[in-house]
T-cell receptor, first 112, second 114 residues
Framework: QQQVKQSPQSLIVQKGGISIINCAYE??????FPWYQQFPGKGPALLIA?????SEKKEGRFTISFNKSAKQFSLHIMDSQPGDSATYFC???????????FGAGTQVVVTP | DSGVTQTPKHLITATGQRVTLRCSPR?????VYWYQQSLDQGLQFLIQ???????AKGNILERFSAQQFPDLHSELNLSSLELGDSALYFC?????????????FGDGTRLSIL
């Protein structure tokens, strides 16, 4: 049973475009929401993270938007580049839950 | 390079066998996590150790066990292997044990059961 639901499963975007990945959760105890980026043959790498007391966080071309009432959060990749082609995972955790729950992942392909 | 080292990179074995996966965390990190990644289950948390003690347990099978040694490296032992255990096994580490700690992942061990 997926604690964190992620969509879409895959997306193709042109260079310079915006990639948007959405995640939803049910457990209101979650209080930490990271995004990980994974390239083939590599382990996931932390990209950016947010806590529910903040509605938006931006780091370079990557922005997390968080909607606490809707229990949803999303990753926006602005000015997408071919080097951004990877699988992206959202995740959630809480101190009481004791572990990171990952979404199913979104494969992003940025075409030149 | 995350600084987390996992060995071996690939492991091929047969059903019923036992294997040990090894993880060296980043220098200074006290917490180690193990994850299983498969096509049908995605990334699943298995177990976490902090400074040698088990801290959290996920959907880890009874056939699987882990430990963290005094030098902080960790081993994941998988026994009575089944075809369904074929997967990528990742180790991650963080400085402290809190669930908001950034986790740094190794490049994984690919386990293939024939």
């Amino acid at each position: 049973q997926q604690q964190v639901k992620q969509s879409p499963q895959s997306l193709i975007v042109q260079k310079g475009g915006i990639s948007i990945i959405n995640c939803a959760y049910e457990n209101t105890a979650f209080d930490y929401f990271p995004w990980y980026q994974q390239f083939p043959g590599k382990g996931p790498a932390l990209l950016i993270a947010i806590r529910p007391d903040v509605s938006e966080k931006k780091e370079g071309r990557f922005t997390i938007s968080f909607n606490k009432s809707a229990k949803q959060f999303s990753l926006h990749i602005m000015d997408s580049q071919p080097g951004d082609s990877a699988t992206y995972f959202c995740a959630a955790s809480s101190y009481s839950w004791g572990k990171l729950q990952f979404g199913a992942g979104t494969q992003v392909v940025v075409t030149p | 390079d995350s600084g987390v080292t996992q060995t071996p990179k690939h492991l091929i074995t047969a059903t019923g066998q036992r294997v040990t996966l090894r993880c060296s965390p980043r220098s200074g990190d006290l917490s180690v996590y193990w994850y299983q990644q498969s096509l049908d289950q995605g990334l699943q948390f298995l177990i976490q150790y902090y400074n040698g003690e088990e801290r959290a347990k996920g959907n880890i099978l009874e056939r699987f066990s882990a430990q963290q040694f005094p030098d902080l490296h960790s081993e994941l032992n998988l026994s009575s292997l089944e075809l369904g255990d074929s997967a990528l096994y990742f180790c991650a580490s963080s400085v402290l044990a809190g669930d908001d700690q950034p986790q740094h992942f190794g490049d994984g061990t690919r386990l293939s059961i024939l």
